[in-house]
């Protein structure tokens, strides 16, 4: 691959990867911020709401006020743990800044070089063909 087809295909195609990486992960880290910080303060009034309406009587809408905030936890609750928030947002991340490295690793790499380190590579793990790998399986399996 030549310089000019190398910068066309990371100008156009691979900021644009980057981008959207680092979106869904602000993306992500948002909705699990949010959901979090909900679930922290629902949980700790829940309590005090209920204690709240055996004591009084004179405010009829704290008993389902009470109900409310306990489905509202189990909502939130849930909601983390099914759509992954928290994981999805540092899987996010580190793919992005993994390909912030890369590119400086590719742009300062010749083609030669990667060259000769795939042919490296190529020698260090020759591939066998299907009936030797068998073979050897066999032999592993019934010494």
């Given amino acids: 691959m030549d310089r000019a087809t190398f910068d066309k295909y990371v100008n156009e195609r691979y900021f644009a990867e980057i981008s959207w990486y680092d979106r869904k992960s602000m993306r992500n880290q948002i909705w699990y911020r949010t959901l979090q910080w909900g679930l922290i303060v629902l949980s700790a009034s829940t309590p005090v709401v209920i204690a709240l309406a055996q004591k009084t009587d004179s405010m009829p809408w ?82």
Avoid at 74 to 85: P, Q, V
Avoid at 95 to 122: D, M
């Fill in 62 to 143: 704290v008993k389902p006020l009470s109900l409310v905030t306990s489905v509202l936890v189990a909502i939130l609750a849930t909601s983390l743990k099914t759509f992954k928030f928290e994981e999805n947002w540092v899987n996010y991340r580190t793919t992005c800044k993994t390909l912030k490295k890369e590119i400086h690793f590719l742009r300062n790499t010749s083609a030669a070089e990667l060259r000769t380190t795939r042919q490296r590579q190529s020698r260090a793990f020759p591939t066998l063909p299907h009936s030797h790998l068998t073979t050897r399986i066999t032999k592993v399996e019934n010494p």
